[in-house]
């Protein structure tokens, strides 16, 4: 049976070997040109919000002290039936910073795609940043987006790239590191898949895009980051992964609400690929990186479980005491693994994360954002 087992581990490896080999000859595409920053133009930052009271200003004051000229900056908050004093803080900061600022009050649950279609609705810059209101930009990181952004006809939508940082210092060590393996390698096949073409796999930490490429975002179905990047790549557009603008993104405190966190994400963002097939798309990001996600994402986890249970069953029959030590050891490196941020058992955590994403996408998970810190 162990051969089963390297023909699994094998097979469920194909998409993963395919973006390594790619990020190590490090195919390159000319880098998009300089803009001056007396070009910049009218940007819109719309900002879904649902009980934010303790944040909000501060993550405000975040956006208008990015380095951004602030008369090109409008903040549209939309607020989603917060039952706390979300709109009075979000009011209060508009006064005394003097920007140019929407709120608008919504009365029941949407959730985060019909809230960023309220703001598009509004939204009057010539850029649109979508962004939550749990994450924070680093200096200069919303000039960097628009200058990579508009300095190419070719793109329509570029992200930043997302990094994890502590809720006040109560953060466990697990939550944090596991977090930081994760980023630092979907940031890098990010990259590759810009390099080739385009990504789909967007973050809705900072995401820009062209107004004239502004997509109707399904309420339903999908997370709104991944399809904003699926509808700009229909329309022929380039997509980007902008790995020098960051964001910094408060995790949770504790592991559950970090699995859940991953769980939810990870059924939104496979609901968005299954709903956006672009195969027939005759560019790389259709016939190459869409497969491959696609495989990543469904395929992929279910055969690295799978392998790992055919593992121990061959043990179990070739002798149970040998089963039994390399499970308890296997164990206790699985738990020291995630801790210390060991690659190998982060990686198999997060197979788990995806193929409990896709059970909950095909057992139909609700679109209703919930709050994890």
């Not at 998409?15 to 940007?43: D, T």
């Not at 466990?172 to 789909?200: A, H, I, Q």
Request: net charge positive; hydrophobic share 45%; proline share 4%.
């Amino acid at each position: 049976m162990f051969e089963w087992v390297a023909l699994t581990t094998l097979l469920a490896s194909v998409p993963y070997l395919f973006y390594i080999s790619g990020i190590l000859i490090k195919k390159q595409r000319g880098r998009e040109l300089e803009v001056s920053r007396e070009n910049l133009p009218g940007m819109s930052v719309v900002i879904p919000a649902h009980n934010e009271e303790k944040i909000i200003f501060e993550r405000l004051r975040n956006i208008v002290e990015n380095g951004y000229p602030v008369e090109e900056i409008e903040i549209i908050v939309v607020d989603d039936a917060s039952t706390d004093g979300t709109p009075e803080v979000v009011q209060k900061f508009f006064r005394e910073y003097g920007v140019r600022g929407k709120l608008i009050p919504v009365e029941k649950r949407i959730g985060t795609n019909a809230a960023f279609n309220k703001g598009f609705e509004v939204a009057e810059g010539e850029i649109i940043v979508t962004t939550g209101a749990d994450v924070f930009f680093e200096k200069g990181a919303l000039e960097k987006v628009v200058k990579v952004l508009i300095s190419s006809d070719e793109l329509g939508a570029v992200c930043g790239d997302m990094h994890p940082i502590k809720a006040k210092g109560k953060t466990t060590k697990s939550t944090e590191v596991s977090e930081k393996l994760y980023r630092n390698f979907y940031g890098k096949f990010c990259e590759f898949e810009s390099k080739l073409d385009s990504t789909f796999c967007f973050n809705g930490g900072l995401v820009a895009i062209k107004r004239e490429f502004l997509p109707k975002l399904n309420e339903k179905k999908g997370a709104d980051d991944a399809s904003t990047a699926f509808s700009v790549i229909r329309k022929g557009l380039r997509t980007s992964y902008v790995t020098e603008a960051k964001v910094y993104e408060i995790i949770p405190e504790a592991v559950r609400s970090q699995s859940k966190q991953k769980i939810r994400r990870a059924s939104r963002l496979i609901e968005a690929v299954w709903n956006n097939n672009i195969l027939s798309l005759n560019r790389p990001v259709g016939r190459v990186i869409y497969p491959m996600r696609f495989y990543m994402f469904v395929v992929s986890p279910p055969l690295f479980l799978l392998s790992l249970l055919l593992f121990f069953i061959s043990l179990f029959q070739l002798d149970l005491t040998l089963f039994s030590i390399i499970l308890l050891a296997f164990s206790s490196l699985m738990i020291h693994g995630v801790l210390k941020g060991n690659p190998i058992f982060s990686f198999l955590i997060y197979q788990l994360y995806l193929f409990l994403g896709f059970l909950r996408f095909v057992m139909g998970g609700g679109h209703i954002w919930e709050k994890s810190i």
